[in-house]
Structure formats: C-alpha cells, structure tokens
C-alpha cells in the first residue's frame, strides 16, 4: 500500500432501502483528481443507487458540491437528498418514476440540517433557523463585515464552526408541502434547539429532541419532545436528567416512533455531561409515561435502531470488544439476543420496510466498507458491492491479530497488531504504536488506511484498548474519571511490554503517535519514558487548566475535575497535565497541529514546542495546518500529513 492508495479508498455510508424493497441508496465518498477535479484533489460525496436484483450500481448524483442525506418518500417516488450546490445546503428532489435531474425542492437562506418524510409523501419535516436571524451584521453585498463578535452565553465556539456571537441563532421545525414548498410553516419556536426530528406513523404528530432546561450551554439533559404536525402545544415525553434521544458517536440515532404508533424507542445516558456513562436503548409510551430500558442486562452501548415491522422487537447495532454486532430486543420477554457478529465492525442499519432482509455497511481489519443484506433471521450473508475490490487487487494488506495481555492492576487488556504484508518472524521490526482518541473509542476490525500504509512500509502497529475505552462494559469506561491518563498509560507500556517481549519486535526501535486525545498520551508517555525512539503527537492538548474555558468541551474538565479556580481543583489540574512532564522528554517528538482546531486549540502546541525548545533535551519539529478544524479537510494536508509522519518515524526508527 503507497500513500497514494490511502485516497483510492471509496467510503460507504448512509444506507437507504426503497419502501418496495428493490434498491439501496447509499452515500459515497470520492476523491476526485485530475480535469475532474477542475483544481486540486478534493473529496467528494455522492449518491448512489444499488440495484438488488443484479447488484448494479448507478451514480444518481454528480456535483462538485457533493450530496448527502438520501430519504426516500415512503410511497417510493422520491428520492430527497441534501446539497449546498445552490449556496447553503437545500433539499432535492430526484423523481424515482419519470427519471431525469434533481431540482431543489427548498431556498432556505440558512441552510438545512435534517430533514423527514411524512408518513403520506406529501410533506417535510426539516431543521434549520430564522432566515432573518444572523448573528452577525451583513453590508449590502451580503458579505460578512469584520464587526465584533459580542459575547454573552457560555457556549461560544464549536469545532468546526469557529466562534459565534449574539443573537443567538435557535433551530427550529420547519414544514413544507410538496404542493407550496415555498410556504414552510414554523411548527416550533423559543429560545431552544430542536433537533432530530421524526414523524408519528399516522402523520399527525412529529417528534424531536431538544434542551429546554435554560442551560443548555451547561449540560447536555435533552429530552424528547412532540407538536402536532400543523403546530400547537408541544408535549414533553421523557424526563430523565442524562440526555435523552441522540448520541454523538454513532450515526442516525434520532428517537424512531413505533409502526403500531404506541411507543417510541431512544437512547439515554443515565447522567448529563458523563463521558463515561453507556448509551442504553429505552423506550416509552408515545404520550409520555414511565420508560422502560431493553438493554439493561446489556453491559454495552447501543447504537442505531429499527424497528421491526411487528412493533413488538427493536433490532440494533452494539459495539463489542471491537466489533460491531446486530441485536434484537425483544418487548415481549425482555430477552436480548445477539442475531449477527463476528471479527467486523457493522454501520448504517437498515430494515426492509416487509421485514425480510436487513442492509448495513460491513468492514473488516482486510476490507473497507461495502454494503451488505442479511435475512431477518440472520442468515444468508450477501455483499452486494465491491467498490474496493479494484484497489485490493493491486495491493498486499497486512494481517492484523487480536491480542490480550495483562496490566499492572491485574486486569486483561486486549488490543490489535498488524503485521508488513510480507511478515518474516525471523526478522525485527521497529514498532509503532497507535493510540486512539476519544477517550471512549475502540480500535481493531476496521480497515486502518494509516496502519496499512506503515505496515507496508516495514513497521508493526500496534492498537490498545486502553482503560477509558469503549466497548468493553460501563467499569472499563469509568476507570479512568477524575485521573486521566495515568491507567491508560499502564496499560499501554504494558502492552508495549507485552510485544517487545515477542522475537520479531525491536525494543530499541519504538515509535508512539496518535490523534487528540491519543495526541495527549504521546505527549504525557514522552515525559514519562525514553524508551521510545521517535514520536509523533496530533492535535492534542497539553495543560487543561490553559484548555478549560478555551476548547468547546469545558463540561468535561469540570464533570471530573471541578472548576479550576481553587487550590485542591487546581492542583489536580495541573497534575493531569502533560506539560507538567515536559522536563523529563528526550524522545525526538513531532507536534502537528491544526491552526483553525477549537477541539484541542493551537496555543497547546506552541506552548509544548516552546518548552521543548527551551529545554533542549529533545529535538521538536512543529507543524502547523491553516484553515483546518480538528479534523484535517484538504486533501494536500491529510497526504502531507501521512509523508512527514513516516519521513520521522524512518529517520528514528530505521537507523
């Protein structure tokens, strides 16, 4: 695998069943190059429509905008999708029946995030604010002045986003008819966020989540919601105080109402701004009422859900120890029963709307992401494209392997090794180990782009599912709240221990990196050891008390630690900081850093590559990205990024 492999991966996401059951629509991710290109590389999502009866697969949507959120319309006609090629993003409409091109179905000057389908086909439910509301004065030509941002809320800025200042802009529920689209009628209204929204399967009520404490800048305690479908009197249905109805990891988990029209079914953490707490499936009397949890005998999270045709089971994904697997729920007995798993990571649930067959997109430590069906009961396995295929046959994949190994505490750790493609157990190789973010993400069974391409270049990676990590029960989450980084670090030179002890690993020829929250372990491990040789930390943090109040996540500084403000929450503060090592680093470390970041913000590497500087113990190299957020967008950034990080780990590591 060469580096420039790493961006002939096709991305599969956003599966779509047609209500007749006969075709998929999916969401592809491309990177474009060359005339197409019409400049530099870039990525590009499309929409793409997978025949079942032969597999056959045709591009529905071709713009340098790129389109996203298929929904088809419940009587099968449409296909609406979401699209900025006329300025902020719109609703389409493609005519499934007569064919030809998309034409937009809305012009909503701020944009639309989400959007749903009537029961009936005949209106649309979508998301978005005020068109007359910026929170920022426009001149006369429309573009933005350089006037001040003013201030008043305590959630100021978001990843992403970037800062934002007063008036403040609330989303609300919009609804249109396909008859007069250009007559929404506003359905909800005040100073909240309504988010998520879903319809009643007769048509007369939709659902939604929203944070309507007057602190939502505080906490995350949303509840769901409904209004008639016309507008009126909004109705609370859940009333617990952790957040009820969405979840930030996984997609598509908006609240979904029952066929029957008696329930609906959500996902809840059992308190508000807890990190470490599991998502549960719950459902509740669609009128409100007393809740009742499906997945409490489950020590898993629960991820996307659907409900089976009968109203009486939910089906729904469930990550475990690195896999994903499909699970049914049953209403009836309470029972919880695994119907599909193995070593690969399962997204994008889909159900056939006659309850025959189920569509996700499946991955594996060899494979990207492909769509695949599966009977209701399980059985019969079909993978229905091979988008990848092309690039796998013209390159050699490492092997990757489960591991388990013990920490200081006694407790089983495991993790993930993938080996050169051209393994040979009598030669040594230097190691490099890759640290996930999160904290609460899992690695392992999925197809790593970044490892594959170190592997091919001579390297063992190595992936540990360190205490804090997801996947492994609520215990194994919670281990770490209030001392980040000291177990995890355990952990991980346990592992570390584990592999150094094996022929074909060179002990000597250690590398450690990893991304945000793995970026902190890199830079708390080098001031803790110099057993590794080089390292490489991205878009990190380093000193929380300089973070807290400057990122966009201070409700979990505080959840742990309090606010910093006096003696004994200071001193903590300070301790959990991997600034407060940087003296003891001798490992020649380079810092990556995105300049426009507001999730781990760049004053964290100038201050850590100022100090290292000073100290001269160790040689730093520091890069900056401009306009990129805390994820890396530009195509020339993300294959720079991969060439300077295997330029370091060569000059360290291959000597």
Known sequence: MALEDCFKIKDVSEIQISPLGDRIAFVQRDVVTGEEAQAKPRQVRDIYLLILADNRILRLTTHEKGSSYPRWSPDGRYLAFLSSRAAESQIWLLDMISGGEARQLTDWEPGIEEFAWSPDSQRIVYVSADPDKGGKEKKED??????????????YVFDGVGFYGDPREFEHIWVISLAEPKKPAKVTDGHFDDKMVFWSPDGNRIGFVSNRTGDDDNNDNTDIWTVPALGGEVRQVTTHAGSDGGIMWAEDTSPVWSPDGQFIAYHSTSEPNNLYKLTRLWIIPAGGGKPKCLSESLDRNVGTIVWAKDSQSIYGLVPDKARIDLYNFSLRDGRVSKVFGGENRLSGLALSGDNRFFSFVLEDSGHPSEIYTLTQDGRNLVQRSSLNQNLLDQIAVGKEERIQFKNPDGQTVEGFVLKPPDFNPATRYPLILEIHGGP?????????????????????VLWINYRGSSDYGEAWQEAIAGNWYFKEYDDLMAGIDFMCRKDYVDPQRLGSTGVSYGGIMTTWIVGQTDRFAAAVAERFTVDNFSSYGVDDTPEYYEKDYGLPYDDKNFEV?????PIFYIKNCKTPIMLIQCMEDHRCPLHHALQFYMGLKKLKKSEVQLVLYPREPHGIRELSHQADRLRRILAWFDKYLKR
């Open 142 to 155: 429309g573009v933005k002045s350089d006037d001040p941002y003013v201030i008043t809320r305590t959630r």
């Open 573 to 577: 503060y300070r301790r959990t900081s």
């Open 440 to 460: 609460t993400y899992a690695d392992g069974n999925s197809f790593s782009a970044d490892g594959q391409l170190y592997a091919a270049n001579g390297y063992i």
